[in-house]
Nanobody, 117 residues
Framework: QVQLVESGGGLVQPGESLRLSCAASGIIFSAYAMGWYRQAPGKQRELVAS???????TYADSVKGRFTISRVNAKNTVYLQMNSLKPEDTAVYYCNGRNMLTNIVNWGQGTQVTVSS
C-alpha cells in the first residue's frame, strides 16, 4: 500500500522558516519523481516544486530563491525547506509522487502552513 505522509507544517510569522518532510512507503522511491503542491482557500492546487529521481528540480516563480526541494532516496523522504515565508504562502501543502514508468500519481494527506503575524 502506497503511503505519503507529510509533516512539519505549522504557524509561523512572516520572514520565518519551516521545513516540510514527506515520508514514502510502499513504493520504489528512486523510481518516483516527487513534488510539493499547495492549495489555498478558494484557489486551485498549484505546483510549488518538484524533483526527479536524479535530482533535477523545478520551482514555481513565486517561491524561487526562497524554497528548496531535496530528497534522500535512502530514507524514502522528500523535503521542502521554506525560507522567508510570506502570508501568501499560507496553504495546505501536499506531497505528490509520480511513478516515472507508469505515470501513476499518489498524494499525501496534506499539512497546513499558516504564515501570519
Amino acid at each position: 500500500q502506497v503511503q505519503l505522509v507529510e509533516s512539519g507544517g505549522g504557524l509561523v510569522q512572516p520572514g520565518e522558516s519551516l521545513r516540510l518532510s514527506c515520508a514514502a512507503s510502499g513504493i520504489i522511491f528512486s523510481a518516483y519523481a516527487m513534488g510539493w503542491y499547495r492549495q489555498a482557500p478558494g484557489k486551485q492546487r498549484e505546483l510549488v516544486a518538484s524533483i526527479t529521481s536524479g535530482g533535477i528540480t523545478t520551482y514555481a516563480d513565486s517561491v524561487k530563491g526562497r524554497f528548496t526541494i531535496s530528497r534522500v532516496n535512502a530514507k524514502n523522504t522528500v523535503y521542502l525547506q521554506m525560507n522567508s515565508l510570506k502570508p501568501e504562502d499560507t496553504a495546505v501543502y501536499y506531497c505528490n509522487g509520480r511513478n516515472m514508468l507508469t505515470n501513476i500519481v499518489n498524494w499525501g494527506q496534506g499539512t497546513q502552513v499558516t504564515v501570519s503575524s
